[in-house]
């Protein structure tokens, strides 16, 4: 049975200006239509802060996957797009990563990636990252901070996961932000 990769259950926003790397994720994790909780943390950082990412999906599978990115980054000594590569080839042979139901958003400073248990790697135009539920939201809304003329990250993270909260039903307001060292 073909695996649905459209995960229904958070919003991951990240965006990049000028030498900052900003990754913002909602806290909300339901079941089904249940809301089990509210106060989760779906974003990361690695390489000494060097490296964000943020996950939709199953919290367990998460997990694992981040395990095995940040292992895939230090043996490619921090370079990121290797990494990347490396763990989406791993996710789509390995017969139990396979298995695995997430979706994950990747990024520092100067490189974007969106990765899914099926193999794909995407490296977004622009600077705007974002996955889940509520990801076109966020997307519009930071695109509508960049053209007001917004240059803080950390601002156009915040307001675009607040908007998206008011209208994404599997997205919440208590985000969680990180930025790049």
Known sequence: MKKDHSIRSTTILGIRIGNKAV?????QVTFGDIQMKSKAIKVKSFGDGNVLAGFAGAAADAMALFEKFE???D??????QKAVVDLAK???TDKILRELDALLAIMDQRNSFILSGSGDVI???GRIISIGSGAGYAISAA???LKSG???????VKESLKITADICIYTNDNITILETV
Do not use: H, Q, S, Y
């Open 143 to 145: 695109k509508a901070f």
């Open 123 to 125: 490296e977004p135009d």
């Open 150 to 156: 917004e240059k803080d990250p950390v601002t156009i």
């Open 90 to 92: 791993d996710w789509r």
């Open 23 to 27: 990754i913002g994720g909602d806290g």
């Open 75 to 80: 043996e490619m000594n921090g370079n990121l």
């Open 71 to 73: 292992n895939k980054l």
